[in-house]
């Protein structure tokens, strides 16, 4: 029985607008899960459902098997993280942490036991007699982990935490949240919508879009498998770059055609293009480092932006009238200068219609 | 025009502001702290004297001692004259707010007769003198003050509760036309008092609160909610609902969140409309005049006592036992809205 099950939820605001249409999913005790999802795809929605802060409109959620939409966000044993870290203004650092202990009725030396425990943790011990206003984001973002962790919870809920954080620190708190879940072994949902945030972090990524699941993956699985070409395009920095080409059969050989290439297709594909996509025009998705640069390339074109990024470059070219974006390890490579494009072998094709991958 | 002209226009305008605030409350203070014969003294004196310098001298023929002051053009001015020391007494309590036994007089005075000489004294003044002779002279200012302090908090208490509310109610729910509850709230605000207590003179009197405080600080209390309103509303919108949501989380119920999390941060903007309410009810003559009729506030008596009497002394030592609570209250809230608000 898995530990947290999320049935069939839908979510409608003022009865016509549907945050979340449909969502489905189990999730293990000890995981860290990532929703992942561009603004206003209902990945916060279904995180405050499961806090209690909305309602449900429609489905069930279970945990440990229990049925917990009808309890009050206080019975439902979670602790979260806010995207404002929300920690009070009006209390020190230690009143902060020690406000849902006290609310648990614990005895004050339990409390204070407690509250330096996730102190020494978090690395805010030397702050607890100040309020937050004399702290610092990264700090602010620290007292509210420990207030988190504190409670010792079965569920682990973080809505953006890391987002108004500068992008050092970012980083850095990053880590920390992955070892703290690693120390703790605390169920983990997290909420974002940095690509880099939920790779580097989840056992698991919920990529959403308009209040739907696109796909539920590993980090692995998602980026080289993306399900959909949604996926593709909002995972990965830079993202996947698509061409639309036609499927022509030659000689019992599959090619891809495009006005500037022709690619034969001598791997996994060839028997699902046979069957459906004979003269059809499919969509190639390239990683930009998926592309080869050399002589063993079948595309001549030119580099018209190269952006050096220190490890690699990023070579902005175009094939046919599509610009697509090329991470190379070469790092001489000049604007305007005659490059010849190639593809690994991992490359994805896509439905032109469904959007969805040929496998 | 360079730094240093708009640096001198700049301390030009304000110490001009200064100076019209300042001169007038100085005057107001000094007369407060002056005995009768200094209101009529010229030129006045910008501080309040805390002595009188005095010359007795012994009248040979008519057998008195002649009491003389030192006025502000420097000039021994002749004040009374009299044989007995029970009447030199009064005289200089009545006159110049100085007590002092008839024993002590009698020790003083008896050398300018022994030697014929003029006998000069610096007597001290009795600086409460005024505002005690105040609560003796006016009739009820005791219970005139007590009337202000009740009708204040009754004010303070309406204003903050229904405001309060409606500030919350505007901020945080979804009820219909709440835009126009807001504006007419403000419009409510812009009426004249006097013009409302009128007709709430005749509701007054049909439900028995006529000359009651409680009726006066619901008429206090009117434009103070819309103000309450406004200012609670915008605070109420300014917290962060994540707080409260941490809050209901973490373990709290709806009750202790609002009692624990929003109510202290929402103190502050409580505090500065109390300031507003209490200075509405504190300050007001018109409307108590219109709607009270033995139950005077302070400052009801004060507007009747300045304009109808010469003791101008005690009518500004009046004015200072006014102010004091004003100040005081205001200070206090002052101070505590910095430490939240910084």
New interface residues.
């Given amino acids: 029985m898995s530990f947290l099950k999320l049935e069939r939820v839908k979510k409608v605001y003022n009865k016509t607008i549907e945050a979340v249409k449909r969502f489905d999913l189990e999730i293990e005790r000890g995981e860290f899960v990532v929703f992942l999802g561009p603004s206003g795809c209902g990945k916060s929605t279904i995180m405050r459902m499961i806090a209690g802060l909305e309602t449900v409109t429609e489905g069930d959620i279970l945990l440990n098997g229990k049925s917990i939409i009808h309890l009050e966000p206080k019975d439902r044993g979670i602790s979260m993280i806010f995207q404002s870290y929300a920690v009070w203004p009006h209390m020190t650092v230690y009143g902060n942490v020690a406000y849902p202990l006290k609310l648990r009725k614990k005895t004050k030396e339990e409390v204070e036991e407690i509250v330096n425990e996730a102190a020494v943790i978090c690395d805010i011990d030397q702050y607890l007699k100040r309020y937050p206003n004399q702290l610092s984001g990264g700090q602010r973002q620290r007292v509210a982990v420990a207030r988190a962790i504190a409670v010792k919870p079965e569920l682990f809920l973080m809505d953006e935490p890391l987002s108004n954080l500068d992008a050092k620190l970012r980083v850095s708190m990053r880590t920390d949240l992955k070892r703290i879940h690693q120390d703790l072994k605390s169920t983990s949902i997290f909420v974002t919508h940095d690509q880099s945030e939920a790779l580097s972090l989840a056992d698991r990524i919920v990529v959403m879009n308009h209040g739907y699941i696109e796909q539920i993956g590993t980090p692995n699985e998602i980026y080289h498998e993306s399900e959909s070409m949604f996926v593709a395009r909002f995972i990965g920095s830079p993202p996947s770059n698509f061409l639309d080409v036609k499927v022509e059969l030659e000689d019992n050989k599959v090619f891809l055609v495009h006005s500037t290439f022709k690619y034969e297709i001598n791997n996994k594909f060839v028997k699902t293009l046979k069957g459906k996509y004979i003269g059809k025009t499919i969509v190639l998705a390239v990683r930009p480092e998926n592309f080869t640069i050399g002589n063993k390339g079948i595309i001549k074109t030119k580099a018209t932006i190269v952006e050096p990024q220190g490890s690699h470059i990023v070579i902005n070219a175009n094939i046919g009238d599509v610009e697509v974006k090329i991470v190379s390890p070469i790092l001489d490579i000049l604007p305007n200068q005659e490059i010849m494009v190639g593809f690994t072998e991992s490359i994805g094709l896509f439905d032109k219609d469904t959007e969805k991958r040929i496998k | 025009m360079n730094s240093v002209g708009k640096r001198i226009t700049f301390y030009l305008i304000i110490s001009t502001i200064l100076f019209s605030v300042i001169v007038p409350m100085m005057y107001l203070t000094t007369i407060a702290f002056s005995s009768a014969v200094e209101i009529s003294d010229y030129p006045k004196q910008l501080l309040p004297d805390l002595s009188h310098k005095l010359k007795i001298d012994w009248d040979e023929d008519s057998n008195y001692y002649v009491i003389s002051r030192l006025n502000n053009s420097y000039e021994y001015e002749e004040l009374y004259y009299s044989s007995r020391f029970d009447r030199h007494q009064n005289y200089l309590t009545t006159y110049l707010n100085i007590s002092k036994t008839e024993e002590e007089l009698e020790d003083d005075f008896i050398v300018a007769r022994e030697t014929g000489e003029s006998v000069y004294l610096k007597y001290n003044k009795d600086i409460f003198n005024n505002f005690i002779k105040f609560f003796e002279v006016f009739n009820g200012a005791s219970a005139a003050l007590f009337n202000s302090v009740k009708a204040a908090l009754l004010t303070i208490l309406l204003s903050m509760t229904l405001g309060g509310s409606i500030g919350y109610a505007l901020a945080r729910t979804k009820i219909k036309g709440k835009d126009a509850i807001s504006l007419g709230s403000l419009i409510v605000r812009m009426f004249p008092a006097v013009s409302i207590s009128v007709p709430m003179a005749i509701l007054l009197v049909k439900f028995g609160m006529f000359d009651t405080m409680i009726g006066l600080a619901i008429i206090y209390s009117i434009p103070n909610i819309g103000l309450t309103a406004w200012i609670t509303r915008s605070i109420f919108l300014s917290i962060?609902r994540?707080?409260e949501?941490?809050?209901?989380?973490?373990?709290?119920?709806k009750i202790?969140t609002f009692r624990?999390?929003t109510f202290?941060?929402v103190l502050p903007a409580f505090a500065a409309s109390s300031m507003y309410a209490f200075i509405t009810a504190w300050n007001d003559t018109a409307v108590a005049l219109l709607l009270t009729n033995r139950n005077q506030t302070l400052a009801l008596l004060l507007y009747k006592a300045i304009g109808g009497t010469a003791s101008l002394h005690y009518a500004a030592s009046g004015a200072i036992i006014l102010i004091l609570p004003a100040l005081l209250f205001t200070f206090i809230l002052k101070n505590y809205i910095n430490k939240?608000w910084?």
């Fill in positions: 962060n994540e707080l949501e941490a809050s209901l989380v973490f373990g709290a119920t202790q624990k999390i202290p941060l939240m910084g």
